[in-house]
């Protein structure tokens, strides 16, 4: 653990205004999407981050690349809090802070050449790279697997993987320090999903990048991420080592999202032990008292409605926020046994 | 898993690009477009009526015809053309106008100017003044969104052919205090300003709407990750995506406001005599339906065929610009 | 829901404060004396400061907006002795060129610029949705085409020239209608229907167009839905999809599109009303810019504001009753 | 395989899109046969023909743009070429379908309790008010729907993706159909609420005997749900063998691709996934010979014949798999066996 | 069939201009209302041709007698007159009638007579204002003795009893006046009664049964019933009167438009038959801002220059009326004579472009700054209707070929023309005119359009150096009691005008008017140019 902290995020909170109520229309309550969040990100490395459909992901995404002002908390940078910067300096930060968005297609102007596409942020940050924009574009090209002549090209007439590569090319072309990819791959069919893994995990390697990796797929997260931090609600319930949360998930909403993922093998087939969720994710305007998952847990107690689990460490590093951690003998029966 | 991995390698081929040669989006358009012989004949009409207005004088002169002259032998004794079909002639090819025996097609020609010159204009000035506006209301939202709204609710709520009418002189004197030579370009000016000061909000709503929904997408998030401003992203981002609807609203509204002006003009608004516009025409001419029945369908044709022109052409282009048009239907 | 109704309506009170300040400043800005007009052929300027004083024009522009105002909700007083007479509340001001409380005007010439609207209001909807239907059923083919060209033209050509052109045709040259003469419904109901069907049928040659467009495109869109597919799969007849699925879809938008245009035509069709001599608001109206007719102006512009704001807020109300999607909030 | 009696039977269907930029051949030449009781899943990738198949067997496809050959047999009607009236009494009560989208897929003017209402009474014109309401309010606690009676008069927009999701299953099951079409019913929702969703179509196929298609892009998923599965690509099955075969010996280079890269929960290791290089065809311009070589590493073994000639799915496997490849068996059985479980 | 006893008065304007005895000042709401809902002391006799212009007693027995050589005049009223709700018309209500018109802040737009002839001392603000010793003072000068009205005049007014022709002089029972809104409803002492008026839409009179037809030697009542319909479409109204339809059928219009004339008199003999075009009191002519134009060569080179038959082509041609000669037309009879015309000036009415160019190069040495102003822009102010756009273009046509610009001016709506043109901070050049004399004397013309206090002079000749030569000139004719000697100083003030082109003489007009078949009666009424409305007749069907 001596490797250098590339970004910190301390109790993060974000939340929306919402319901038009009273005379003036003024928003009387409030959406909790992003509650007290905090983690660590370390050079080099990926953090993962996993939860199911409106538990605050693509906000928490937004908050740390300064897309969305937060309500409070902090993200550290190279020492200093970044949430409240602005002009000059924030287009600095970001610079070293990029993004890679979930939706290939939409997140490409149509009416953008792939070349503009891809030097816009050179353009908007006023930067012009030795050998000139188009020279660099193409680097950037060759880098992310994309053939350099198609340079004039636009989005339309790509495939849905290239042109999350030229996304990618975009995001690189500022020499970043920091991704944070926003479910970059589910949009994707499988064939081409693995191929955009291994090219985000090439490029992280070649240039020493550190990745937040957003995703709801948890095996993919898997593949990826040293650290995997699961979201429920707003908050951060599970957190550490990819290896040991996968292994040994210590919080039950991790363990019932594990064995949810189907397995493709038709010999596991109707495995025992296999835990379903009943109902869904409640609202996140007003979420339960106490620990948020406990309406839909099946181990539950007066004590869940009322304190709220702090996140705290169940051993190295591997942070748990429960009153009743899964047991080793209750992941006794747990599907994802070596077959 | 070993043998999984040495497998890997097997799969792994560079193989070559399959699409089809395929063109960018304003090649795209221009292909579809031109697929559309409809629309081409339509585009040639716009053209053609464009160029006479513009070279009106040269082709006056080259037919040896003036939007001015007087013919008073043309009349008989009560002033209406001599001769059937409202005095069609050698001399006067679509006739003459009765009261004065002017030539009605030069005055066509020349008609045509003024009315384009409006429309035109008046088209400019609302989708410019609509496209910021929706623009920015549409990307900024918040405060900003809701001042426009309120003024977009103010405009809205005017009856504003009434205030047309009801302003013309004051404005027109107000424009003449400031400069503005008297006579017709200020009656120009004038209706421009107040058609533009009513028409806007349409444009703006439109693309108010476009707005919210590409502000949606994520390629405007991606900009602003990288950094770029308000200004970038309307003008760069935006502004290119809105063409298409932007083009309908135009190709409707110049006609429109063609119709506009001919309604001013009936409303004894119009432009100063001795100048021709198709509006006046109109005005002129709805009262000879007995007496010269040839010269009240004539600027109305003229008007038809143009509008009908700038239809076909304005749906064409939409489809032509429209990605997903072409595969858009069941049922 | 009620209080988002208040709410609206609030706003709609604070507009149309705001449209009437507006309007009265705007009309102020006029370079004509109210004063002088009334003051008739020989003319003295002792006359017209009289007049000045008798009408309240000598006030300062904010006095006179607020003693318009509380003639709204009180009523107003003019001139003294035997030649005064009051206005009643609502009282919007007098008119001089009619002699007349510019309120009974409004209440006189206001039935029959309903009557037009309505009438027309249904025979475009007629029109406008079927043709759109039919274009949208046959996309591509000559009925859409038709359709489209036929919108085109009502779009773009002025009023005058469609009304009189509609008014010849049927009346001179068919000889199928006698001339409009406007009868209430209430006197000679066949009467009024012949005066009535002719202005009807041009507005409607004129609105329908828009309506034709939105109904063909909405119901294209609406085609497109998943849940119009999954009618279809439910073995739903074609006709009931079409009904129940796809029209009720594209039905939202025309509706609330509708309700606007409705209002704006209560605020009189001018032009219409002109051409076919219906003593109506929008005539009124006219007659009162060309003859500066200060009170009558302000009045009519405001009552037209006054439905046009309405109809927006029923609009919004509305959408919430069509879409269940926006009633909830 | 199944031995009970077929009640879907597909030949030869081809499905083609008259486009401004030419003729989509979005299916080509396919043919399977769906037996009571049984699940037949279909994977392939985004673009291959899966929900054309789909909506072709209830003819959903556009009647101007699109045109279909071959057969499609449900209830001794060909679908494909029956009158309209013959077709609409198939919709909804032999043949029902439960469509991807669950926000998308619901009229959102009428309340669920009325959809679901309206879906039996198309097909029950004889039953009284009560009766469908009885009905009704019975679908939607099958489905699993707590509250019904309060939550049948509320709005599609007031549900939450995957009770939508139960509605559309209730719609499809309400008349007792026998078969069932679900178009990736699970791919827009989390993945919990997609355990719950599999869970109750299994649940209901057990109590109502109905056969299901089952279309999706996730072999997890085709894992846990079918018996047998094809495999499409471009638009033609590439490979047809019963669930556990494919997952063990698979037959064809794209099944092994596709085993290849799904990232799995039990790889413990980081590093390099196994890909498919290239992207899908485009179906206005298919390559030529098998749709896949551009993409196959294994093409050159057979010479030019993958690039001229287009390899019909005859049996490869050593058990009941049928596969369309030029490869020799022995040499597929070799490969595939190095891919599957 | 399809037509009932009634009249039906076809207009496009939106309501009667003033229906208020005292505010009633055109020819045609004259004609109308004195025939139907209103009586004064004298009238015109509803007859046709040169009869029409003869004078008989109305409400009183004759055409009043008149003492103190001519400033003393007394009617005494009929017996047996009543109002529509059955009270008896008194002197005192025609007293109080002519005193309403003092009030020019609620009694506007008037005939101004009564103010000008009356002997009334100081200042005499109306009844509504008046002092109790102002009104003394008008009860001084008005009196009344028993049924006798006496009107005591300033000066000698020889032909008192044709103003007391005007309504001025219509009783108004003073409690039932309403001030203002009196115009609205004013109490009939005539055949006909208001039934309903909807500004805009129509008047509708019905009989008055307290109306004796004993008392009356002029109104004959025909109709049961007279609606006058208001805001018609222009074009329109001739299409229903040649359409000839149902109620159309008992119709009349006062003027067919230009574009209509062919159809009507040259179309259907039997559509001719059912017009007329006749010439009316009016003179058209045009206006010159001598302030402006001070050189009269500048004002000839226009008058030579203009293209007159053009002009009148555009206003519907020949049918429309004659060129006129000056301003006094030939139907005034005594006090007209051809004046001899400018030199160089076509009879024909076309224009004499050699010699327009002759009188510009005359006044460039002249007068180098009006004939610079001239080449530089002349303002012509106009209503902006489609009629007058083509007669501007044809202004600006035939003065562009003497070398003089025209500045057109538009005037959006026609009816604030007079509004605009009359206010003297308005600088215009040009601005067209026209009028009808109230009765025959050209009293009621010459110094009405060319002296400082004429109620129309929009001339601004006040700076013209024969000005004051003038002036005398009208006082002296004004004064001269002897009818034909006033005529010839009327003939050489005719002259004397045509000379120096204050105003551009333009056309002695005629006026078209149709009826529908069923229409008898139709004559035109020679002192107000318009139908005799209350004696017009439908013919009803022979049962
Ligand atoms: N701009 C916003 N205004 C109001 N609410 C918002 C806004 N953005 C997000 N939310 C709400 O915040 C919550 C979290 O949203 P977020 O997009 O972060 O979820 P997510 O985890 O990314 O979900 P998904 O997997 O669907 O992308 C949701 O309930 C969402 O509705
Ligand atoms: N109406 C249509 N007109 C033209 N082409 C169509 C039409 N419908 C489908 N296609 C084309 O047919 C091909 C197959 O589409 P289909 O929707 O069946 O794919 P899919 O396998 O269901 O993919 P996904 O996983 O994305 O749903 C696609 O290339 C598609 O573009
Ligand atoms: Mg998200
Ligand atoms: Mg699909």
Known sequence: MFTPIALEAKNLVKYFPTGHQGLLGRPTKELKAVDGVSFVLRQGETLGIVGESGCGKSTLARLITRLLDATSGEVILDGKDITSIKGRELRAVRQKLQMIFQDPYSSLNPRHSVGQIISGPLEVQGIIPDGGVKKRVQEMMELVGLNPEHYNRYPHEFSGGQRQRIGIARSLILNPSIIIADEPVSALDVSIQAQILNLLEKLQQELGLSFVFIAHDLSVVRHIADQVAVMYLGKIVEMGPSADVYASALHPYTTALLSAVPVPNPKMRGASGRIRLEGDVPSPVDPPSGCRFRTRCWKATDLCALEEPALADAGGGHLVACHHPMEASERAGKPHSDR | MGTAMSLDEDLITTSQQVSVESKSPRELAIARFQRDRLAKWALFVIVFYLVVAIFAPLICSLLGISPYALDGKALNDFGLPKGSFGGISGAHWLGVEPGTGRDILARLIYGARISMLVGFLATLVTTAIGIIVGVVSGYKRGMVDAVIGRITDLTLAFPSLLLMIALTRPIIQRLESFGIPEGNTSRIVYIILILGVFGWVYVARIVRGQTLSLREREFVEAARASGAGTWRIVFKELMPNLWAPVIVTVTLAIPGYVATESTLSFLGLGMLPPTASWGAMLGDSVRYYRADPTYLFIPGIALIVLVLAFNVVGDAVRDALDPKGDRQNIA | MFLFVVRRLFFAVLLLLAVSVVTYLLFSALPVDPAALTCGKNCKPDIIAANRIRLGYDKSIVEQYWLFLKGIFVGRDYGMGQAAFSCPAPSFGYSFAQHECVTTLIGRTFPVTAYLSIGAFIMWMIIGVGSGAIAALNKGKWQDRLANAFTAVGVSLPTFYVGLLVLFSVVIWLGILPFPDYVSPLEDPIKFLNAMILPWLTLAILSAASYTRLTRNGMLEAMNEDFVRLGVAKGLSRSVVLRKYVMRAAMVPIVTIAGLDFASLLGGAIITESVFSLPGMGKLAIRSVVESDLPVLVGTTLVSAVFIVLANVIVDIMYGVLDPRVRVK | MSSQKPVLIVENLSVSFATPDGIVHAVNDLSFVLHEGETLGIVGESGSGKSVTAASLMRLNNSVTATSTGRVVVAGVDVLSASEADVRRLRGSEIAMVFQDPMSALNPYYTVGYQIAEAYEVHHPEASKAQVNAKVLEMMTKVGIPNPAQRADEYPHQFSGGMRQRIVIAIALVNDPKILIADEPTTALDVTVQAQILDLMLALQVENGMAILLITHDLGVIAEVARDVLVMYAGRVVEKADVEDLFEIPTHPYSWGLLGAVASLEVSSRGHLRTIEGTPPSLLNLPSGCAFHPRCSFASENGSRCTTETPLLVQKGPKHSFSACHLPVERIVEIGQKVGN | ?543
């Open chain 5, 1 to 543: 069939g399809g037509y009932d006893n009634t009249i039906n008065i076809l207009t496009n304007g939106e309501q009667i201009a003033h229906l208020d005895p005292q505010r009633n000042y055109t020819g045609d709401d004259l004609a109308f209302a004195g025939s139907t809902i209103q009586r004064s002391l004298t009238t015109y006799k509803f007859q046709a041709g040169d009869a029409g212009s003869e004078i008989t007693g109305d409400l009183a027995t004759d055409t009043g007698t008149s003492s103190n050589g001519g400033k003393v005049w007394a009617f005494t009223l009929k017996d047996g007159l009543k109002y529509e709700d059955g009270s008896v018309i008194t002197c005192a209500d025609v007293a109080y009638g002519v005193s309403r018109s003092f009030a020019t802040d609620v009694i506007t737009d008037g005939p101004s007579y009564a103010m000008t002839y009356l002997d009334v001392k100081g200042e005499y603000p109306g009844p509504y204002k008046a002092t109790a010793a102002q009104q003394a003072a008008y009860d001084k000068a008005v009196t009344c003795d028993g049924n006798t009205i006496t009107f005591n005049l300033k000066s000698t007014v020889a032909d008192f009893n044709y103003t007391t022709t005007l309504l001025t002089f219509s009783p108004v029972p003073k409690a039932k006046d309403t001030g203002e809104k009196y115009d609205m409803h004013p109490i009939s002492s005539g055949p006909y009664k208001i039934e309903s008026y909807e500004v805009g839409k129509a008047l509708v009179l019905v009989r008055n049964d307290q109306w004796d037809i004993a008392t009356d030697t002029e109104r004959k009542a025909y109709a049961d019933k007279i609606v006058y319909h208001f805001g018609l479409e222009e074009s329109a109204m001739d299409e229903r009167l040649i359409a000839d339809s149902g109620q159309d059928k008992t119709a009349v219009t006062a003027g067919i438009l230009p574009e209509s004339l062919k159809t009507v008199f040259e179309g259907d003999k039997a559509l001719a038959k059912r017009a007329v075009n006749y010439y009316d009191p009016f003179v058209g002519y045009t206006n010159l801002n001598v302030k402006n134009l001070s050189c009269l060569d500048v004002r000839k080179a226009i008058y030579l220059a203009l293209d007159r038959e053009a002009l009148r082509k555009a206003g519907g041609g020949s049918y429309t009326g004659d060129f006129a000669d000056g301003f006094i037309k030939p139907l005034m009879k005594i006090d007209y004579k051809k004046p001899t015309q400018l030199a160089g000036l076509n009879e024909d009415g076309s224009p004499n472009v050699e010699a327009a160019k002759a009188a510009m190069a005359a006044a460039e040495t002249k007068c180098p700054e009006v004939a610079a102003h001239a080449k530089d822009g002349l303002k012509f102010y106009y209503p902006d209707t489609e009629i007058w756009k083509k007669a501007l273009a044809i202004w600006i046509d035939s003065m562009g070929k003497a070398g003089i610009k025209i500045k057109p001016e538009a005037v959006g709506d026609p009816a604030q023309y007079w509004p605009t043109v009359m206010n003297p901070e308005t600088d215009y050049d040009i601005v067209r005119g026209g009028w009808a004399p109230d009765w025959a004397n050209a009293s009621t013309v010459i110094p009405e359009l060319f002296t400082t206090g004429g109620g129309f002079n929009l001339t601004r000749n006040a700076s013209d150096p024969d000005y004051k030569t003038f002036e005398t000139k009208v006082n002296d004719a004004r004064n001269t009691l002897d009818r034909t000697a006033q005529g010839v100083k009327w003939q050489e003030l005719n002259q004397f005008v045509v000379d120096r082109l204050w105003a551009l003489p333009g056309t002695f007009t005629r006026m078209q008017s149709m009826w529908g078949s069923k229409i008898e009666n139709s004559f035109q009424w020679g002192p107000f140019g318009a139908f005799c409305y209350g004696n017009l007749k439908v013919q009803l069907e022979k049962k």
